[in-house]
């Protein structure tokens, strides 16, 4: 998996991740598993090398909860 910020210079910044085919079925596991558990999980960096991304969680967010973003379809 890759990680990397792009600033967009307003202020706002991106997330890319590349995902290689055999973690993309561990990562719809994962997301499965939140969902059923309403928990959280990470993606995390070896922390060796270049900085860059270290960490990203994914948590459960109740659907009463306001998001700041939403999935493009």
Same mark, same amino acid.
């Given at each position: 998996?890759?990680?990397?910020?792009?600033?967009?210079?307003?202020?706002?910044?991106?997330? #890319?991740? $590349? /995902?290689?085919?055999? =973690?993309?079925?561990?990562?719809?596991?994962?997301?499965?598993?939140?969902? &059923?558990?309403?928990?959280?999980?990470?993606?995390?960096?070896?922390?060796?090398? #270049?900085? $860059? /991304?270290?960490?990203? =969680?994914f948590?459960?967010?109740?659907e009463?909860?306001?998001?700041?973003? &939403?999935?493009e379809?």
């Amino acid at each position: 998996m890759q990680a990397d910020l792009e600033d967009f210079k307003t202020g706002w910044y991106g997330l #890319k991740l $590349g /995902v290689k085919s055999d =973690e993309i079925d561990v990562l719809i596991l994962a997301l499965k598993k939140l969902k &059923e558990n309403k928990d959280h999980f990470h993606c995390r960096s070896s922390f060796e090398g #270049k900085g $860059g /991304v270290g960490d990203i =969680e994914f948590y459960y967010q109740s659907e009463k909860q306001n998001g700041n973003l &939403e999935i493009e379809r």
